[in-house]
């Protein structure tokens, strides 16, 4: 997992408690039920709309495929990182540890 803070300017969304950059369908139909499932807001960007972008947070992130998720600026992963990481409870976990309410588990 890397780690890092996004640049001002263009990619300035770290104010929001969570977002994802989203573009490969099937990612997304794995990503966003897990942050709808443990209640957390984000903000879906379509990174195809400005190439400069779609290149500039997979080179930031030194992570080569979208859906990305970032957590208060920091890049947390994938869709398969995201996806273990919720199996595991480590999503929930992390997400708390940097001040970001989710949902109880049912």
């Keep these: 997992m890397s ?4 640049p001002m300017g263009k990619l300035e ?3 929001l408690a969570a ?9 997304i139909d794995i990503m966003l039920p897990v942050l709808d499932y443990i209640g957390v807001d984000y903000k879906g960007i379509n990174v195809l709309a ?6 500039g947070i997979k080179d ?3 992570w080569p495929t979208i859906p ?4 208060k ?3 947390i992963g994938g869709c398969d990182i995201i996806r273990e990481m919720f199996q595991a409870g480590e999503l929930q976990q992390h997400l708390q540890e940097h001040g970001v309410a989710v949902r109880a588990a049912s």
């Design 3 to 6: 780690a890092g803070r996004l």
């Design 13 to 15: 969304f770290i104010a």
């Design 19 to 27: 977002f994802l950059m989203a573009v490969n369908s099937l990612a």
């Design 50 to 55: 400005d190439s400069e972008i779609r290149q």
């Design 60 to 62: 930031y992130s030194n």
């Design 68 to 71: 990305q998720l970032y957590v």
């Design 73 to 75: 600026g920091e890049f």
